[in-house]
Every structure is written in C-alpha cells, then in structure tokens.
C-alpha cells in the first residue's frame, strides 16, 4: 500500500503549497483522493500515471477538494481516454461538471460514471474482488464523507510440506486455500488448519478530512493500518477550529488513540504556522504512531 | 503600459506551463485577462496583487481560459476583499460561477458583478475616464470574444512659455488644456494650437485568442499598438488549425500586418514543438516586429 500525497494544506493554493489531493495505491488499483486546483500538475510532478485512475473520491465539495476535478475530467478527455472514470461525491458533483462540460460545448470520449452520495451512515460504494471503499461520515460545514479503503483477506497459504506429507492430489488445492477441510482416501479428515497458514494480514486506509472532532467516526475505522486525520489547527487556536468544524493535532491523535490506529498521519494544515513540527510534537503528547503529510512525500506501508 | 503573461500554452497544463492568463496594466488599472487553472499560484508568483484587479475578461469557456475562475473568486473572499469584482465574459459563467458557490455553500463578501456577453458585433463594455475595453468577435468553436484595450487621449498639454507671454491668468489653464481658444483683454483671439503640444500618444492592446485566422478582426484592431495573436501551430500544421479553428504563427503574422499592428506577441502555443523560436522565425517571414510570450515573460510600452 503507497500513499502519495499531492497536496494537504487547507485553503487556497499558493506558489510552494497544494489544496488536498492524494493517491492510494492499494492492491495495484489506484485511487485518486479529492482533487483541489492544480491537482493534474501535481499528478504530473509526481510522476503518476493518469491512466490507471479510474476511481476519483470527492469528501465535499469546497474549492480546496475539487476545483480541480474539472481539469482532471477535460484532461483525461484531450489525452484519449477510453476507460470508464468513477466518481464518487456529494450529491452535486454531476450537475457541476455537465454544466461545465456543457458550456465549453465539450464532452468526454470515455464514460463519466457518477455515484452521488447523499446518506449520512457509512456505506460500501466500491467493492472488487481484493478491495472495499466505504465512507466514513464526517462532520464539516457542508456534508461530507471521509473513505475507509480496506484490503480484503486473502485466500489462506498452502502448508506445502503437509499437502505433500498426507500425499493430497494438487486438484484439492484451490478448495483447500479457500479454507475447505480435505478426507483423505482412508476416510481420515485432516483440518484446514493442518495444511494451510492463516492469509497475509490485510491493510486498511481511513481518510478523514474535512472534519471537527468526531467520536462517531470511531467504530468504522477501529483498528485501521493507516489514518490520514486533518488537523487544520494547533490547540492554541481550538475556538478556531470549533468555529470553522476542523480539527486540531490534538484532536486527530485522540482518534487515532480511541481507535486504536496503528499510525496516525497529520495534513490540511493551515498555513499560519511557521513548522509543521508543532504539529507532530502536539499529536504526540496523545498518539505515539505521527508522520507528517507534505507536498510530494510518499508512504509505504 | 505593461503586460505580465502568467500562462500562454495551449491545452491543458503541465508541470513547466500555464494555460492562458495575462495581466494588463494600464494607466494604473489592473485587468486580468483569461483565468485558466493555477492562475492565483501564477498571480503570486509573479508578485501581482490580487486586490488590484478588479475587472477580469474571459474569452470563452474552454477550460484552459476559466477553470481557475472560481479559485480565484473563492481566495478573494478568503482574503477578505470588499471591493466590487466585474467579470466579462460568454453567456453561461454567472450560472456556472453560482452553482459552484452555492454547492460548496459559500459566498463572497465583495460583490460579484457579472456582465455576460452574447453579441456578435464588437461593443463597448468597459470605459472610464482613461481606459475603453472593446469587444473583438473571434471564430472559433465556441463563442468567444477577444478584448481591445484603449487609452483615451489625454488633455492638451500647456506651453507655459507661450501661456506666460500672453500673460494669461491661471485660472484658463483647464480651458485651454480642453483645447479651448483665447480672447485677451485687448481682443485679440489666441488659437489653441500657439498655448498647447499634443497630448501623449495613446497606447492600445488587442488580445486575439483563440481564433482561427479572421481578417474581420482587422477594421477593429487597426493600428493597434500591441497585438497579442494566438499561434497555436506553424504553417506544418495548418490542416490541423483549420479543423480545431486555431492560428499558426504566419496566419497570426498575416493578421498584424494588415492591421497596421506595432508590435505582435505570439502566444498560445502547442507543446508539440521543440522551440518557441520556430514561432518567431515562421511569423517573421511576413511581419517583422514579433515577441514570444512566455510564462512569466513581461513586456513594457
């Protein structure tokens, strides 16, 4: 799993910082998280190929998340896009970008498939055969969802040394991996867990922005890898953050504490302060797990 | 008369260029010309400021002119601009600037004044005491208009040695500066042209683009200072001008001089070619006053 963070300064884009976007690669799929004004030359600069996203997830619709959705959408057109692209938002976002494409007397050669959210409880909206993508509601001036990407479990390890052992034809193996006890020709039963080793541990991605602090989002991403939790503000300006619905380092690491995060990374920093340090050294007064998110930096996990 | 080019690349932008933006400075007023997406980082980047811009001219509505618009108008709220905004341009932006507004559930504190045009014929849609904006019909695949900057002839300037001989008291120095002839006491009428120079030549600037090659342009540009003409392609690419209804630089070089143009600047180019030079050297060959745009690139007359 490969983060790649494009943008995450709250805002307006200015000449060294980016509005929100960022790429999840999970699972060789790659998903494209908002997508604030400049988004394309960001996806450019860091080298991302635009032709393997054909999933976009908009968190609601400020200038700062999708101004630059349109650009993406006529870009991938004059580039000769064939695949369908997936989008997913707030109800709005279609109406939006026809009446653009509209005007500009456009359109694309390659299917615009919109899925508009409206509902305020955490649904699936995008499921493959390895990955499932649910929202996460959240709780901003205008409605809005986080996403929770969760790595499905594998099929279980053959034990070779065992299938070879108890001398099981390989026609049984498929039927094993998917956890299926075996009766050998002499009627014993050997146990799937004789022969297999438990899957891969999954990973999972929570992104949480724009939000003020919001214990409800807790049990959806309890246990996640991986949570991306905006802290907008420092504790010195939480009427600030109250007042505007975002969060404060502090408040993000206090989530990741309650859920019991395995790593908590910080972003949409506002550009008032002078080091994104202070971020990191007030989260970590709650959560020890704190990377930083910065124009152009990546994550493995 | 200055001229600051934030964008002048076709298409769509990339990581070392900007779609199409200008700024024009002109007896102290600040115009914005186009709006393509990255023009408030353009904007910074080139050290203009934001609340000297009051007026802004859109083309048409292809996005590599307007995608930036609402970013731009979002930020002057964020910034807390009070004064009026004035945008010009094709029928269709007000509804599309409003819907944006009204999803993201925001508004701007200034007013947002729009004046959407949908003539053929050029008209006047912006004057003042020192400055006219023009319409310049263009042909291209949506309606779009380019802009013909104006400076009003300036008051007669006195010849104070003439006015002191003639012992004229100060008091018909605005007359005279008017134009105005003078009766002395004696009787004897003193013509304007013995107490006056001319006033300072006027400068213009005509920005064309995009357009195919239209010499209907030339009665409303003729003797144009400084003509900004699209060259989206060289004359090797000519078929494929005629079918998108773009310029190549020898088609822009035609149009500077049968309107008598003093200078033409090229701009909008493919970043098909190697060399902006080859723009120059093509153009050249019928005009021979030509200046490259370049992002970045200012020009003083």
Redesign the interface.
């Known amino acids: 799993m490969k983060l790649t963070i494009l943008g995450c300064y709250a ?5 060294l910082t980016n509005p929100t976007s960022q790429v999840l690669e999970i699972k060789n799929r790659l998903f494209l998280i908002d997508c604030g ?2 988004t ?2 960001q996806l ?2 860091n080298k991302l190929k635009f032709s393997k996203i054909n999933h976009v997830f908009i968190s ?4 700062d998340h999708f ?2 959705l ?2 993406l959408i ?2 991938f057109a ?1 580039l000769g896009r064939v695949n369908d692209l997936h989008i997913y938002g ?1 109800k ?2 279609k ?2 970008i026809d ?2 494409l509209k ?4 359109w694309t050669n390659y299917q615009l498939i919109f899925h508009e959210l409206d509902s305020k409880k955490s649904e699936i909206i995008f499921e493959d055969e390895k990955v499932t993508v649910k929202t996460i509601p959240l709780k901003h ?2 409605y809005t969802n986080g996403f929770l990407f969760q790595e499905k479990l594998g099929e279980r390890k053959l034990d070779m040394n065992a299938v070879q052992n108890f001398e099981i034809d390989s026609c049984y193996y498929q039927n094993i991996k998917n956890g299926r006890d075996i009766t050998l020709e002499d009627g014993r039963v050997i146990k799937n867990d004789k022969l297999t080793y438990d899957p891969d541990p999954t990973l999972s991605y929570a992104f949480c922005s724009d939000t003020k602090y919001n214990e409800e989002v807790i049990p959806i991403i309890e246990n996640v890898s991986v949570l991306y939790h905006e802290s907008t503000f420092l504790s010195s300006e939480e009427d600030l953050a109250a007042k505007t619905m975002h969060s404060t380092a502090k408040e993000a690491a206090r989530i990741a504490l309650k859920a019991n995060a395995q790593q908590l990374i910080l972003g949409h920093y506002s550009t008032r302060y002078s080091s994104l340090d202070l971020f990191k050294e007030e989260a970590e007064t709650i959560f020890k797990e704190v990377l930083l998110a910065d124009d152009g930096k990546s994550f493995e996990f």
Chains 1, 2 share one sequence.
């Open positions: 805002a307006t884009p200015r000449t004004e400049g394309q030359v450019r600069k609601h619709l400020h200038g101004f630059g349109i650009g006529s870009t004059l707030p709005g976002v109406e939006i009446l653009q005007l500009s007397n456009s001036r205008v």
